[in-house]
């Protein structure tokens, strides 16, 4: 019930085109949703976040979609860049029962093709 | 902009021997955390810290982990006898407070031998 579930495992994206991670969880505990992008040889950075009152949350080209009934999440990018290849992480916390602590998903490898 | 430093970069080190990774968290922030993430896998919870001591931690983080923040500015985590499967990146994190965003450093590189 701890687990956050992400895919796909890797996504090729042309340039300009739109990039979807999905991810799902079972604990309707969680109240905080972000996602992470990691660069080779970086660590985790914040990219945006959201929480369960919320289905929608946007900015610049990076939106989250959040259906609480369903309970999953995605990140979306608009008009994918090179410069967007990375891999991206969602995670989520559980602070009244567990504190900061993150669980993360499994990660997506994303590579926007020129 | 503040950010999370960690040191070493990479660390190589005997199976059996100890180990002490190094954070620097912000300067602000009261929370501090550590994470690993075993080569091709998920970035993997290990411990939280806060007010010198530990707020939460996981099932990895056994008898021989340990943390420590033994200044104002530094925050550690000991492996006290390595073993082969502690190789991974360990990567420290920080927030203000408990319910804001943690800010990641760039990790360290522990390969057991």
């Known amino acids: 019930q701890q687990q956050v579930k992400q895919s796909p495992q890797s996504l090729i994206v042309q340039k300009g085109g739109i990039s979807i991670i999905n991810c799902a969880y079972e604990n309707t505990a969680f109240d905080y949703f972000p996602w992470y992008q990691q660069f080779p040889g970086k660590g985790p950075a914040l990219l945006i976040a959201?929480?369960?009152?919320?289905s929608e949350k946007k900015e610049g080209r990076f939106t989250i979609s959040f259906n609480k009934s369903a309970k999953q999440f995605s990140l979306h990018i608009m008009d994918s860049q090179p410069g967007d290849s990375a891999t991206y992480f969602c995670a989520a916390r559980n602070l009244y029962n567990q504190g900061g602590k993150l669980i993360f998903g499994q990660g997506t490898e994303l590579s926007v093709k020129p | 902009e503040p950010e999370v430093t960690q040191t070493p970069s990479h660390q190589v080190t005997q199976m059996g021997q100890e180990v002490i990774l190094r954070c620097v968290p912000i300067s602000n922030h009261l929370y501090f955390y550590w994470y690993r993430q075993i080569l091709g896998q998920k970035v993997e919870f290990l411990v939280s810290f806060y007010n010198n001591e530990i707020s939460e931690k996981s099932e990895i983080f056994d008898d021989q982990f340990s943390v420590e923040r033994p200044d104002g500015s530094n925050f550690t985590l000991k492996i006290r006898s390595t073993k082969l499967e502690d190789s991974a990146m360990y990567f420290c994190?920080?927030?203000?407070?408990?319910?804001?965003?943690?800010?990641f450093g760039d990790g360290t590189r522990l390969s057991i031998l």
């Open positions: 994190a920080s927030s203000v407070r408990e319910n804001q965003p943690q800010h």
């Open positions: 959201i929480r369960p009152d919320v």
